[in-house]
């Protein structure tokens, strides 16, 4: 007797926007200034969300990460900061610190507020961008800048090379600011309500996001319609992906990709940062090589808590999970894909003559 066919699933989704921002409760702003090639790109949550870190690179900038460790005390976050600039970049945190203590928003320590913005920086002072400001970086203005741009932000937001991003190279490329999403039923097999995971990557990594010389992405098994591009996928006559490159010079310059990825499940601070491990997959499919020496590279973890885990918990989370690592890929390749060239650096559309 032949056994049924299971009945077919449907397959998860990009949200609307396929944005960080289809997660219902979350907004992103972004500056820069062009003159020096840096930015600040702000994720503001409309409450405080639990939050969770996970680092791999071998070079990192961060500022409050340690309290997202789950011995730690303080359970959730007022936003998050990712900056250009290296450690001068650091500043920018401080500056939507001060914004959001402006207008009551903090950790309640006896009458005193204290805004909580953990914050990830990348190094691109090599850029060619004038860097020399003096006693004045302008990290702490664009920051402001970043978190006003947030408040008013309606859940659309611009991808490439913008924000954080704005002066990132990934590899020989130029670098970019990305994002992407995926819905998913919590449990595939009943009725309930869906969940959202989505990613957001300023990629500024020492890795390539292509294989090799061609056009193709290390990402593009993952990747959802035309979202990378028509040349995302391998042609038939390129050469075989595979360990033929490990020698490569190492730029005079460090590196870094950072991630966000958020979702609208209940999840605690130490699901949160399973979800962050799981989630740096992502950059291992995207980006060759990746937790290098030279990056920095960083993922934190958002949830907002809108949808429950449902009676299945660590069956969800795993898929949360495998979702945050996808939307990850996605959002790095994305990001290369969206950049535009600046001064020396090509775009990938450039490179490939997609324009």
Not at 218 to 232: C, I, M, Q, S, Y
Not at 237 to 248: L, N
Not at 289 to 314: I, K, Q
Request: charged share 15%; glycine share 12%.
């Amino acid at each position: 007797m032949v056994s049924p066919a299971p009945a077919s699933r449907p397959a998860p989704r990009p949200g609307p926007l396929n944005r960080l921002t289809d997660v219902p409760g979350l907004r992103v702003g972004h500056a820069h200034d062009a003159h020096v090639r840096t930015g600040v790109t702000v994720i503001l949550p409309d409450a405080p969300a639990t939050a969770a870190v996970d680092q791999r690179g071998g070079g990192p900038g961060t500022r409050e990460t340690d309290l997202l460790d789950p011995v730690n005390t303080v359970e959730a976050v007022h936003a998050l900061v990712l900056s250009g600039g290296s450690a001068f970049g650091l500043e920018a945190a401080g500056a939507v610190t001060t914004w959001l203590a402006g207008r009551g928003v903090g950790f309640a320590v006896g009458e005193a507020l204290v805004p909580i913005v953990p914050s990830a920086i990348l190094f691109d002072l090599l850029n060619g961008g004038d860097k020399a400001w003096g006693p004045a970086p302008p990290y702490a203005a664009l920051g402001r800048q970043a978190v006003e741009t947030a408040r008013n932000a309606d859940g659309a937001f611009a991808l490439g090379t913008v924000g954080a991003a704005y002066g990132a190279t990934a590899g020989d490329l130029k670098g970019g600011l990305g994002s992407a999403s995926l819905v998913l039923p919590v449990n595939p097999t009943a009725a309930g309500p869906p969940f959202t995971v989505g990613a957001l990557a300023a990629v500024n990594s020492l890795g390539q996001a292509t294989l090799g010389d061609t056009p193709a992405f290390w990402a593009w098994p993952w990747a959802v319609g035309d979202e990378l591009g028509p040349r995302a996928r391998p042609a038939p006559d390129d050469p075989t992906p595979g360990p033929t490159d490990f020698a490569f010079a190492a730029p005079a310059r460090a590196n870094t990709t950072l991630v966000v990825v958020a979702t609208d499940l209940a999840l605690t601070k130490a699901q949160a940062g399973r979800v962050a491990i799981m989630a740096q997959d992502g950059l291992a499919r995207a980006l060759r090589p990746v937790h290098s020496p030279l990056d920095g590279d960083t993922v934190f973890a958002l949830a907002t808590g809108r949808v429950p885990l449902g009676p299945e918990p660590l069956v969800a989370l795993a898929r949360c999970g495998m979702a945050a690592a996808d939307c990850a890929a996605r959002a790095i390749a994305r990001g290369v894909y969206e950049a535009d060239s600046v001064g020396d650096g090509t775009s990938y559309r450039d490179r490939f003559r997609l324009r």
